[in-house]
């Protein structure tokens, strides 16, 4: 199994890009609210592991 | 990578904000019914902040300077014009707004039982960047 990784990066100008790995689905939008911490989103992009780890938990739930 | 997103500091929390400015070195006050801030323009003079730096806490600065909690609980800034020039503008607040969102995310970390995998410092042409890294209990 991946794991969960969360980075983070503030920069000087008080903007911050936050990475997550290995998160699917719900958890990830969980996470990334928890660390988003009620700032201004300017940039939100869904990699394909999002949707493919999703996928691959629908599956195993259907087992 | 499942997500990235871009997001800009937005100054909420009292108490990283407090934590970030004393990290500055500055002396602070909180007052959380609003006190006067002193300025260099008389005009100026009546306008009200929350958390507050004195001007003889702040070299070279020809007012306090001071953050404004507004109605939708962001808080703003407030400073006398002639210093955003000075030592006290956007290169300023943006160190404030890189410590207050450093404590606020070591403490969201902490709350939620991630674990930091590492803290790094990186130089660049724009200034220093905060590198936070977490994993996720098992």
């Given at each position: 199994m991946q794991e969960k990784?969360?980075?983070i990066i503030i920069d000087?100008?008080?903007k911050s890009t936050l990475d997550l790995e290995g998160f699917a689905g719900q958890s990830c939008e969980k996470v990334f609210d928890d660390f988003r911490g009620g700032d201004s989103l300017k940039v939100d992009r869904k990699k394909t592991s999002y949707y493919t780890g999703q996928q691959v938990q629908q599956e195993k739930s259907q087992h | 990578m499942s997500?990235?997103?871009?997001?800009?500091?937005?100054?909420?929390?009292?108490?990283?904000?407090?934590?970030?400015?004393?990290?500055?070195?500055?002396?602070?006050?909180?007052?959380?019914e609003g006190t006067q801030l002193n300025s260099y323009y008389s005009e100026q003079e009546g306008k009200l902040a929350n958390i507050v730096i004195r001007r003889q806490h702040l070299r070279g600065a020809y007012g306090d300077i001071g953050?404004?909690?507004?109605?939708?609980g962001q808080f703003t800034l407030i400073a006398d014009e002639l210093d955003q020039y000075h030592g006290y503008g956007t290169k300023w607040l943006g160190r404030v707004q890189q410590l207050y969102k450093e404590k606020q995310t070591l403490a969201i970390a902490r709350a939620r039982g991630y674990i930091l995998k590492g803290r790094e410092v990186i130089n660049t042409s724009e200034g220093?960047?905060?590198r936070l890294q977490f994993a996720v209990r098992r």
């Open positions: 990784i969360i980075t000087a100008q008080g | 997500k990235y997103g871009l997001t800009q500091t937005v100054l909420r929390e009292e108490k990283y904000l407090v934590e970030a400015l004393k990290e500055m070195g500055y002396e602070i006050e909180v007052h959380p953050f404004a909690r507004q109605p939708d220093q960047q905060v």
